[in-house]
C-alpha cells in the first residue's frame, strides 16, 4: 500500500490516468457520464434554448399530443411540457447536487475528524452517527416541511443533512486505515503538521471512495425530492420539479398519459445514468469491490 | 442472544427520547398555532381548545406531560378529529399497512433472492445480465412512477386489475403489493448475488462439489445459509423504507393505513397526530432493526460470538 501511495506521489496522476483508462472501458459508465453531461449543459442553457416561455400558456389549446410544434405534447393549460421538463430539470439537478453537496461537506469533515483524532471523540461522534440511523428520517423531512413550510433551501438542508451518515462511515474508516500506515507516520517523523499531513496525504488518499459514493448519492437525493414532491410536501409551484410534474401527470394520465410518462422516463433515465456511473466509478477507483 | 437483545432495547431508550424531545420541539416552534387556520373563530373559543389541548400551560410542562402520556403509551387527542385519540387513528391503519407491507416483503424476497441466486449461479452470462438489469430498472423506478404505470395498463387500459382499493375487490391487493416491493426485489437480489458469488468462492462449497453433493444441494443447503445473511440484515432497513413507500402507495391506491393517515395529518396540520405517528415509526423501526440483527446473528456463528463477546 505505501509502495503504491509512494509512487502516486512520484508519478502525479497515475491512479486517476488508471481509474480513467478503466471506466473508459465501461460503456454502459460512459453512457451514463454522457447523458448527465448533456443533461447539465441543457439545464444550464435552459433559459436560451427553451422552445417556450415557462410560464406561457395557451388556454385554448390545452392538453395537446406530442406534435410537431409541441415535441412531448402540452398540459391542460397548453404548456408546453418539453420546457416545463427542461426547468423542472433545472430544478431537480440543482437539488441534486447542493443537497449531495452539503452530505458531502458534513460526512467528510465528521468522519476525516473521528477517523483522525480517535479514541474517545471518534466514539462519541460515531455513536451519535449510530443513533441517527436509527432515526426515521423521510418522516422527520416531512415533518420539517409541515412545520417551517416547503421551503426550497430547507430542502436541500434537510435532505443534505439526512444523507451525510453513510459518507461520515466510509470516511472515517478510511482515514483510521490510512492513519496507521507507514508513510503517514514517516510524514509525522519528519516533522511535517497535523494540517499539512491531512491536507497531502490523507485527503488524497479518501477522495476516491468519497467520489464513488458521491456519485451514488446524487440519484437517492433526487429520488427523495421527486418523493417528497410527489406527495405535494416538496417542491412548490409555480416552480417545478420532475417529482412534482410526474405528480400532476397521475392526476390526468387517464386522459393525457403523456403528461406522466415523459416526465418519468426523464427522471428513470437521469438515475439510470448516475447508477451506472456510479458502479462503473467503483470499478474503476477501487477494483477490490465487487460490482454491488 | 438474550442479553444483546436487552442491551439493544436498553440502548433504544435514549434514542426514543431524543426522537419524542426532538420531534415535541419542532411541532411546538411552527410558526403559527394549531388552529391559527380557523380565522373567524372568537378568541373565547380557541382559549377553550387551548385550554382543552393542554396548549395554556407553559411548554416544559405540556412536554413534561406529554412525556409522561407517551410512557403510558397515550399519545392524546387528534386536533383534527375531534374526539378521536391519536391511538385509535393508529390502531385503525395498522391492520391495511401490515398486510401491505408483508405482501411486498414476500414479493421482494421471493423475486430478490431467486433473481440474485440464479445470477450467481451463472456469472457473466445471459442468466447474470438479464436478471441484474431488471433489477437495475427497478432501482431507477420509483414507486410513485411504477404504481401509476400499474394503474395504467393493467387497470384503465387493459381492466385486469381494479386501479384502488384494499379488499374491496377481488385482485386489488396485487398492483399496491408489486409496486411497493419491487425496488427492494431489485436491491434484495443485488445484494443477494454479490454475497452469494462470494460464499460460492468460498473452501466448503469446493469440498461440498469434491463430496459429489448435488448442486440443489450445495446452493439450498449450504451456499444460501451464509449467502442470505446479508438480505437479513436489510430487512430492517428495508422495513424502515417501507414505511416510507407506504405513504406514496397508500395515496395512489387509496388505501387506508398508516401512510395515508400521515400524509394527510400532514396536509392539515394535525400536530398530535403527526407527534405520536412520528414516535411509533421510530418505535417501529427500532424493533425491526433489533429483530433483523438478531436473525443475522443467530444464522451466523461469527457474529453469534461476537455478540457473546462484546456484553
Redesign the interface.
Known sequence: MDQISLQQQEQGTSLWKDAWIKLSKNYLALFGLGILALLCVISILTPWIAPYGYEEQNLMLGATAPSLEHWLGTDIFGRDMLTRIMYGGRVSLTVGFIATAVALIIGVLWGAIAGFVGGRVDAVMMRIVD?MY???F???I????????RNILLLFLAIGAVEWLTMARIVRSQVMSLRKQEFVEAAHSLGLSQWTIIRRHIIPNTLGPVIVYTTLTI?SVM?LE??LS????GIQPPQSSW?LL??Y??ET??EY?WL??FP?IT??LT??AL??LGDGLRDALDPRT??? | MWRFALNRLLQ?V??LI??IS??FM??H???GGPFSADKAVPPEVIKALEAQYNLDQPLWKQYISYLGDVVQGDFGPSFKYSGRTVNELIAAGIPATAELALYAMMVALIIGVSAGVAAAMRPNTMRDYVPMSAA??G????S??LG??L??IFG?YLEWLPVSGWGDMPGDKIMPSITLGTGYAAYIA??S??SM??VLSQDYIRTARAKGLSEPVIIFKHAMRGGLIPVVAFLGPAF??L??GS??VE??FQIPGLGRF??QA??N?DYTM?LG??IF??AL??LF?LLSDMLAIWLDPKLRQQARGNN
Open positions: 443513533i436509527a432515526l426515521p423521510m418522516i422527520f416531512v415533518l420539517l416541511m409541515v412545520v417551517f413550510g440519484p429520488l421527486a418523493f410527489f406527495l405535494g410536501l417529482g410526474i405528480n401527470g397521475v394520465m387517464e398519459p406522466l410518462i418519468g427522471l428513470s438515475l439510470f447508477n451506472f465487487s460490482k454491488d | 433504544a435514549p434514542v431524543i426522537v426532538a420531534t419542532l411541532v416552534s411552527a410558526p437495475m430498472l432501482i431507477c423506478m420509483p410513485f412512477l401509476p404505470l394503474v395504467l384503465i443485488r445484494l448475488r454479490g458469488l462470494e424502515a423504507g414505511l416510507g405513504f406514496v395515496t395512489i400521515y400524509v400532514a396536509f396540520r403527526i405517528m412520528t415509526f421510530a423501526i427500532i432493526n
